[in-house]
């Protein structure tokens, strides 16, 4: 099968595909075409069988999170229908039978960060950024970050991300078990890949069974669709028009609460 993506590329290398968001005139903001992509190359990969493992990364920046520009203006069914395609790619990861890696450089903010949470195994790059900063146009995180930040680091890490909007280094990341390792950027792909080989030597059969296994004592169902919900919910509000606008117009919102 092939894929004609324009704002992803694949390379396959042994046993492993690797995806580049590649996008990075625009730090590889999250779009639906974008989503759409991403979901379309991952359906082919996970059904090629020679590819056992999935790396997914960028030349620069991992992704600087949702299309503000397209999301602003949308209607409370409009942002649920954004939030749920959002959703559909974190899950369509978290559920693939072969291992993701995320290897993350430079931003992964928002929708990015959450990409690379739903990923089996995160390593970053020294110049990697992570961080939920929807709080700061008047949102909350809309692609499984209230479920699964909270599954990695813990309520309280996650209550302080989440509700503060901040932004940490790789080096923090890794002290509170957001990644699982954090090495030179110049050697990010090739650590990623070393796992990745490692990996692809085992039986496939008991790698996909382990995944299954341990995603199965991490239920999140019922949490992730409450998210999508609450999500949507807050486009009914004047805040994150607000925060909207006060982000693309580069000043301070002033948030009312309503």
């Known amino acids: 099968m092939s894929l004609k993506n324009v704002r992803i590329r694949v390379e396959r290398k042994k046993k492993i595909g690797v995806v580049l ?14 989503l759409q992509e991403l979901a379309d190359t991952l359906k082919i990969l996970g059904s090629e069988r020679e590819i056992r493992v999935i790396i997914i990364t960028s030349d620069r920046d991992f992704s600087a999170g949702a299309d503000i ?8 069914e409009e942002a649920g229908a954004f939030s ?16 993701v890696i995320a290897a993350v450089k430079g931003y992964a903010l928002g929708g990015g960060c959450e990409i690379a949470m739903a990923c089996d195994i995160r390593i970053a790059g020294k110049s990697a950024r992570f961080g939920q900063p929807e709080i700061n146009l008047g949102l909350i995180s809309g692609f499984g970050a209230t479920q699964r930040l909270t599954r990695l680091v813990g309520a309280g ?7 503060t909007g901040k932004i940490i280094e790789a080096g923090e990341a ?3 078990g957001l990644v699982n390792k954090v090495v030179r950027d110049e050697a990010l792909l090739d650590e990623a890949e070393e796992i990745a080989l490692t990996i692809a030597q085992k039986s496939p059969v008991a790698v ?5 296994l341990i995603y199965a004592s991490l239920d999140i169902e019922r949490g992730l669709e409450r998210e999508i919900v609450l999500f949507s919910e807050c486009f009914a509000h004047c805040d994150s028009i607000e925060g909207m606008n006060a982000f693309l117009e580069k000043r301070i919102p002033r948030f009312e609460g309503s």
């Not at 749920?84 to 291992?99: A, F």
Request: hydrophobic share 30%; aromatic share 0%.
């Open 21 to 34: 968001l590649n996008k990075p005139e625009t730090k590889n903001i999250l779009d639906t075409s974008t």
């Open 69 to 76: 520009k397209e999301m602003r203006g949308k209607s409370m």
């Open 84 to 99: 749920r395609l959002g959703h559909s790619v974190c899950n369509k990861i978290e559920h693939m039978e072969k291992p």
């Open 157 to 163: 890490k996650a209550m302080e991300m989440i509700l």
């Open 174 to 176: 890794e002290s509170i």
């Open 208 to 212: 996909k069974l382990a995944k299954r």
